[in-house]
T-cell receptor, first 111, second 116 residues
Framework: GDSVTQMEGPVTLSEEAFLTINCTYTATGYPSLFWYVQYPGEGLQLLLKATKADDKGSNKGFEATYRKETTSFHLEKGSVQVSDSAVYFCALMGNDYKLSFGAGTTVTVRA | EAGVTQFPSHSVIEKGQTVTLRCDPISGHDNLYWYRRVMGKEIKFLLHFVKESKQDESGMPNNRFLAERTGGTYSTLKVQPAELEDSGVYFC??????????????FGSGTRLTVV
């Protein structure tokens, strides 16, 4: 079945540091890929998405590129802020319209 | 527009008791989904409603879980009797289109269930 593997946390870094969260997937067909974020006390929010190979999703300074050859969708941000502290989930949607999530990566940014 | 609303936000119950979680989707969203995250692991799919009908309930763990969506509006998820392994965060989501790609899934804040 479909599955997502993302790097384990927690990740702690300083403001203005570069953030990368690795995500790889296993799926049949051509899934759509997503990054969701959960800020403290809030629900899951869609951060960005990509629906086909080589697409780049971007939002709030975050980027991720759909790499079919490496089955990856790594999340990056060049300069993080304290407000980026959250749990980040990589996810895919296959032909069954169900989201398959990774385990989540907790990111803490210190001033 | 109002988002997806879930309540309670937290629930602590004893093993063997019954708990009912509620989800109010965004008005007009025909598709409603339940997911849960157990013990900090992956968020896993439970089931999917289209209006009042269960489209896919393949993720429901066992018959102690009962989901309903009478009238195609809000949904309830009942756990009876609750077991320790049911502890986790239960998320509800809704979308207008079937695959959520056009409008995107909108998730609620979740209900944190603790069974002691």
């Amino acid at each position: 079945g479909d599955s997502v593997t993302q790097m384990e946390g927690p990740v702690t870094l300083s403001e203005e540091a570069f953030l990368t969260i690795n995500c790889t997937y296993t799926a049949t067909g051509y899934p759509s890929l997503f990054w969701y974020v959960q800020y403290p006390g809030e629900g899951l929010q869609l951060l960005l998405k990509a629906t086909k190979a080589d697409d780049k999703g971007s939002n709030k300074g975050f980027e991720a590129t759909y790499r079919k050859e490496t089955t990856s969708f790594h999340l990056e941000k060049g300069s993080v802020q304290v407000s980026d502290s959250a749990v980040y989930f990589c996810a895919l949607m296959g032909n069954d319209y169900k989201l398959s999530f990774g385990a989540g990566t907790t990111v803490t940014v210190r001033a | 527009e109002a988002g997806v609303t879930q309540f309670p936000s937290h629930s602590v119950i004893e093993k063997g008791q019954t708990v009912t979680l509620r989800c109010d989707p965004i008005s007009g969203h025909d598709n409603l989904y339940w997911y849960r995250r157990v013990m900090g692991k992956e968020i896993k799919f439970l089931l999917h409603f289209v209006k009042e009908s269960k489209q896919d309930e393949s993720g429901m763990p066992n018959n102690r879980f009962l989901a309903e969506r009478t009238g195609g509006t809000y949904s309830t998820l009942k756990v009876q009797p609750a077991e320790l392994e049911d502890s986790g965060v239960y998320f509800c989501a809704s979308s207008q289109d079937l695959d959520g790609l056009l409008t995107g899934y909108t998730f609620g804040s979740g209900t944190r269930l603790t069974v002691v």
